[in-house]
């Protein structure tokens, strides 16, 4: 009986809460005015950058990525991934640019 009640309480630490709120709890977390200000611009850029539910505001763009990266952790790894090394190659050609204005 032991096994049962292990199994069944893993279970429930690992179903999500759907009252939960990612964006808000994430903002709540952060101490720093300055950050807690920027955060929802810079969330955006990185949707809008993979091409996430662009027709929904902020805040549900946010909760779905949160629903989503539950059911899809691949998913969720790859799109960061890919984001990262297209940032990265933009931020190669501005230094570039810049090197070559300033030359």
């Known amino acids: 009986m032991y ?3 292990v199994i ?3 279970k429930e ?3 999500v ?3 939960m709120n990612p964006y808000d709890n994430f903002l709540d977390a952060l101490k720093s005015p ?3 200000r920027q955060y929802p611009k ?3 850029i990185f949707l809008d950058a993979i091409k996430f539910v662009l027709d929904k505001i902020i805040e549900e763009r946010a909760y779905l990525l949160f629903q989503q990266s539950i059911s899809k952790k691949k998913w969720l790894f790859n799109i960061i991934a890919y984001y990262f090394s297209n940032l990265n190659e933009f931020v ?3 230094i570039y ?3 070559a204005v300033i030359l």
Do not use: G
């Open 92 to 94: 190669t050609i501005i």
């Open 13 to 15: 630490e690992n179903e």
């Open 42 to 44: 810079l969330l955006k």
């Open 3 to 5: 096994i049962m009640e």
């Open 34 to 36: 300055e950050v807690r």
């Open 8 to 10: 069944e309480k893993i």
């Open 17 to 19: 809460d759907d009252s």
């Open 97 to 99: 640019i810049r090197n």
